[in-house]
Each structure stands twice: as C-alpha cells, then as structure tokens.
C-alpha cells in the first residue's frame, strides 16, 4: 500500500550547518498542539499545529546562555538537554527546559490588545511631571498584531553537582524531577531555592563507583511511582511513599546476560538511553544501544518483548567504540495506543515495531525523500551481498548521520524526527494500520531545516 506525500519545504543554502544549530530535544506538549525542539544553541523553537494539520513556527527564544563556574573551572554548555510541557491549565503555555546545570520555567503566552491613555507616562513610556498633570483618564486596551510572548519565571539552579540527563513532571502537576549521573531530586514548581533528594548512588569512596543514573522517569499516572535506569542495564522502580530516600527500590527490571556472549563491550551495549512508561502505565519500554525492550510492571524477571534495532552492528562495535558512536544516546516513543515503539538508528534511518504482529520497518529521514507527491519506501540493511538495489550495506553506514531524538504525537499518529539541524515531522493521513506492511502507512508532509 502507498500514499502519496504532501511535503512543505523549508531548506537553508548552508551545507555544512553549525554545530549550535543541531537538534538535542524534541518533545510534544500532552494536547499535540504545540511541538518544541531545544538545539546545541540553547535555543527553543515551538510549532503550532495549524487547522489544516500543517505545523509552523510559533514561538523562538534563547533559553540559555554558555556559562562558566569559576569554582571549578567548568565551562556549562548552552545546549538543551531536554524539554517537558506542563498540562495546560489556562490559555498559557509551560514548559520545562534543561541544560547540564539549571532548570528554567518559560511561559509562552499570546498578547493581541495594547492599553493605552496612561496617567504617568507618555506614549514612549516615559514618566510625566506629576504637577502638570490637570486631569485623570481612563485608560483603554487597543487592538494590535498578534504578539507571541515567552517569559523566564522561575530558574532551578545550584542544585546539580553532575550534568542533568532528565526532567520528568508529574502527575500531581505540582511537582518534578531531575537527575543526573548520580543523584536525583524532587522540586516543587513553586519553590527554586531548594529540593529533595530521592536517590543517590554517590558512594563514600568514588572508587567504588560501580553505576551511573541515565535516565528517570515519573509514573504517567501515579504520582508516588517513579523509574531509573543505569549504565549497569537495569531499571528500577521505586515507591516514594515507602521512604523519603528511595535508596531501596520497590522492583528491578533486569534481563540476565548469557555469560557466554560477554565480551568487552557488553556493558558498554547494555546501558539504557532512554525509558519510556506506557500511556497506560502497565508496561515500560527500555532502550539500549542495539534493542529495546517491552517490560511488564508485574513481571521483572526479563522483558515481554524484545526487538532488535540494528543487531547488524555487532560486528562494528570496535570500529563505533574508537569513534565513540557506541556511546550514543538513542530515545524512544510509544504511539498513542502503546500498539507501536518507535526509536532511532544510524545513517539517519528510524525503526518502527508493531507490537501485535512483530512485523518492523526501517524508514529513512532525508532530503532525498522530501518531494511532492513521493513514496515513503521502506529500507533494508543487508549484511552480506545486497538482494535489491535499495538495499543498504552495513559496511556503507553514515554513523555521523544518527537519528538520537524522536517524539510521538499523544494521540494522532504524527511523528517529530530530529536528524542533526533538520527537524522532520510524518504524519500518517488515514490511521494506522494494524500490522506493518511493505510500505509503511506514513505520509511524510513537513521539513523545517534549523538553521541560524
């Protein structure tokens, strides 16, 4: 089955692009309305999905600036680590943005109208002489264009002695995470001069140092419920209701490695990049640097799916260890259903399974297949000689090209793809079908190239 793509192009005569101006964070506010995306810059960029179901850009600014820690002679990056919207509780936006050291809170908010006929100042905004003044008036909103506003309130900083890897708001909308290689702490939104501590594998002789936090998560629905995983490949899940410290977790998720397929890189390949709960809150989807993993809550002893993104590279490890590709650091995404995962892949290839029938494709974000009217056509990474002519040789893999930051829309099947500066969004027009077929049921309709 194929559909025709409708495509909106956005390209920048540039041909190398600035490393500032790569993509590190794509995230989808919780109504799908809005999509924003943090660069190496420090800057956020949000499109507004229009009434056609076209995205466009809504809103740019800068949210962090380099800075340097005179104490410890530590440059901090501007870079964007992650970005998370609140639920929408008026007609302003919130989001959460990071980099290694200080959380900021923006609100994004619309102004149309002016006031005007002030008292004490004049129209360039200047005091008046309060003794000539004779007379009060009332002062009036005017109509004017269209002003979209972000603000800074709140900055949550001094509180992160390692580099922050995630930020995770929870259910009870009042409060949030963030953590970093060894520790996690819990905020309140309304108070930035202090936090919480929940979890810290900070050892007494850091020689001991066996771990390292990757990524945390809270419970999509049970605000006492939150899950960590480690460089070591597991997860755990902790119940913040049975200590203040959560030092000993409630479950861990750990799949037992044959002893003999271990090698050098085992535990380099085992440490988890990212972990997603369900939109039900029943299963966790884990990703490492060659598969991810579908674990059942109830079950912890081993997965209850496992799917292979790109096993092929098994034989590539030396050769990605000696670049340091092998410590890349793949997301990955739940369709609105949990019916779907998707995660990235080398050569600017993304991988979706279907859950029901294990069928997988291989699709390619790329300029090449930006063109109106075009088929989304699957790919295939050989190992051997190549049967068709679209096959791609692992030996021919473009590992500078990686697909690191992916992001599913909550309930429509429209998906953001970031691949180094480009930004594309899929969107499939008649629904997803159930079960993968030979074509993927995905029109590809927008292309924005970020670009300074």
């Known amino acids: 089955m194929e559909l025709p793509l409708h495509c909106k192009l956005f390209l920048?005569?540039?041909?190398?692009?600035?490393?500032?101006?790569?993509?590190?964070?794509?995230?989808?506010?919780?109504?799908?309305?809005?999509?924003?995306?943090?660069?190496?810059?420090?800057?956020?960029?949000?499109?507004?999905?229009?009434?056609?179901?076209?995205?466009?850009?809504?809103?740019?600014?800068?949210s962090h600036e380099p800075e340097f820690d005179y104490l410890k002679s530590l440059e901090i990056e501007e870079k964007i680590n992650k970005i998370r919207w609140l639920p929408q509780l008026n007609s302003a936006h919130f989001l959460l943005t990071t980099n290694d050291k200080t959380i900021k809170l923006w609100k994004v908010s619309e102004r149309d109208k002016r006031p005007e006929g002030y008292n004490l100042k004049d129209e360039e905004g200047r005091m008046k002489d309060i003794s000539k003044i004779t007379s009060l008036q009332v002062p009036?909103?005017?109509?004017?264009?269209?002003?979209?506003?972000?603000?800074?309130?709140?900055?949550?900083a001094n509180a992160h002695a390692y580099h922050i890897n995630s930020i995770s708001i929870n259910s009870d909308c009042e409060t949030y995470l963030s953590a970093d290689d060894l520790r996690i702490?819990?905020?309140?939104?309304?108070?930035?001069?202090?936090?919480?501590?929940?979890?810290?594998?900070?050892?007494?002789?850091?020689?001991?140092?066996?771990?390292?936090?990757?990524?945390?998560?809270?419970h999509p629905h049970h605000c006492h419920l939150m899950a960590f995983s480690s460089s070591t490949g597991t997860t755990r899940l902790c119940d913040m209701r049975s200590r203040a410290?959560?030092?000993?977790?409630?479950?861990?998720?750990?799949?037992?490695?044959?002893?003999?397929?271990?090698?050098?890189?085992?535990?380099?390949?085992?440490?988890?990049?990212?972990?997603?709960?369900?939109?039900?809150?029943?299963?966790?989807?884990?990703?490492?640097?060659?598969?991810?993993?579908?674990?059942?809550?109830?079950?912890?002893?081993?997965?209850?799916?496992?799917?292979?993104?790109?096993?092929?590279?098994?034989?590539?490890?030396?050769?990605?260890?000696?670049?340091?590709?092998?410590?890349?650091?793949?997301?990955?995404?739940?369709?609105?259903?949990?019916?779907v995962i998707m995660t990235g892949a080398y050569n600017n290839f993304f991988r979706m399974f279907d859950r029901a029938s294990r069928r997988d494709v291989t699709l390619e974000a790329s300029r090449e297949v930006c063109k109106r009217r075009a088929v989304l056509r699957p790919r295939r990474v050989c190992v051997g000689r190549k049967k068709r002519e679209s096959d791609v040789s692992v030996d021919s893999l473009d590992f500078r090209k990686k697909i690191l930051h992916t992001a599913w829309h909550p309930t429509d099947n429209i998906i953001a793809i970031a691949a180094s500066n480009?930004?594309?969004?899929?969107?499939?027009?008649?629904?997803?079908?159930?079960?993968?077929?030979?074509?993927?049921?995905?029109s590809f309709?927008?292309?924005?190239?970020?670009?300074?």
């Open 140 to 156: 009036v909103l005017r109509p004017m264009d269209l002003l979209v506003e972000a603000s800074l309130r709140r900055v949550f």
């Open 445 to 452: 309709f927008f292309l924005f190239c970020l670009f300074c």
């Open 422 to 442: 480009n930004l594309y969004i899929f969107q499939d027009r008649w629904g997803m079908p159930t079960n993968v077929r030979g074509v993927f049921v995905l």
């Open 12 to 62: 920048d005569v540039h041909l190398i692009p600035d490393s500032a101006d790569v993509i590190s964070a794509v995230e989808f506010s919780q109504s799908g309305e809005f999509l924003a995306t943090g660069d190496k810059g420090g800057r956020v960029v949000i499109f507004q999905r229009e009434p056609q179901g076209e995205y466009n850009v809504y809103s740019t600014f800068q």
């Open 245 to 339: 410290l959560c030092d000993q977790h409630a479950k861990l998720f750990e799949e037992a490695v044959d002893p003999a397929n271990r090698s050098f890189f085992s535990e380099i390949i085992s440490s988890v990049s990212d972990v997603k709960f369900s939109h039900s809150g029943r299963y966790l989807l884990t990703r490492d640097y060659l598969s991810a993993k579908v674990w059942d809550l109830n079950m912890e002893n081993k997965p209850i799916e496992t799917y292979q993104v790109h096993d092929y590279l098994r034989s590539k490890l030396c050769t990605l260890y000696e670049s340091d590709c092998i410590f890349d650091k793949f997301e990955c995404a739940w369709n609105g259903t949990d019916s």
């Open 185 to 218: 702490n819990l905020w309140n939104l309304d108070i930035t001069d202090r936090s919480f501590n929940i979890v810290d594998l900070k050892p007494e002789n850091m020689e001991e140092l066996s771990e390292v936090i990757t990524v945390a998560e809270f």
